[in-house]
Nanobody, 124 residues
Framework: QVQLAESGGGLVQAGGSLRLSCAAS????????MGWFRQAPGKEREFVAA????????DYADAVKGRFTISRDNTKNTMYLQMNSLKPEDTAVYFC?????????????????WGQGTQVTVSS
């Protein structure tokens, strides 16, 4: 059984920053890709960023490229999402997810394990 736990969400003004964390437990993730997704009210879940657990290869949605940075600390089995220059349209519940596969993917269907989500609210 895999557990993913997000933290770091909150309320921030436009232009501000937040760092989300995703702590993973239950098995090793040395070969798994992981990702961040978000879901705003009334909208479908959308891809934000992904990272290979080994090698550091990353991928970003166009909407966040240049503002968000995904990273991981293998020694802590933790993934991060540094979010800068936040905009009101970034408001959503943010989820971390893990694949049982090393390759990056933008499709939520390719991720097997999910956290409960953390709320990010950006005020204008």
């Amino acid at each position: 059984q895999v557990q993913l736990a997000e933290s770091g969400g909150g309320l921030v003004q436009a232009g501000g920053s937040l760092r989300l964390s995703c702590a993973a437990s239950g098995r090793t993730f040395s070969t798994d890709a992981m990702g961040w997704f978000r879901q705003a009210p009334g909208k479908e879940r959308e891809f934000v960023a992904a990272i290979r657990w080994s090698g550091g290869y990353t991928d970003y949605a166009d909407a966040v490229k240049g503002r968000f940075t995904i990273s991981r600390d293998n020694t802590k089995n933790t993934m991060y999402l540094q979010m800068n220059s936040l905009k009101p349209e970034d408001t959503a519940v943010y989820f971390c997810a893990a694949r049982n596969w090393p390759g990056l993917s933008r499709s939520s269907n390719d991720y097997r394990d999910w956290g409960q989500g953390t709320q990010v609210t950006v005020s204008s």
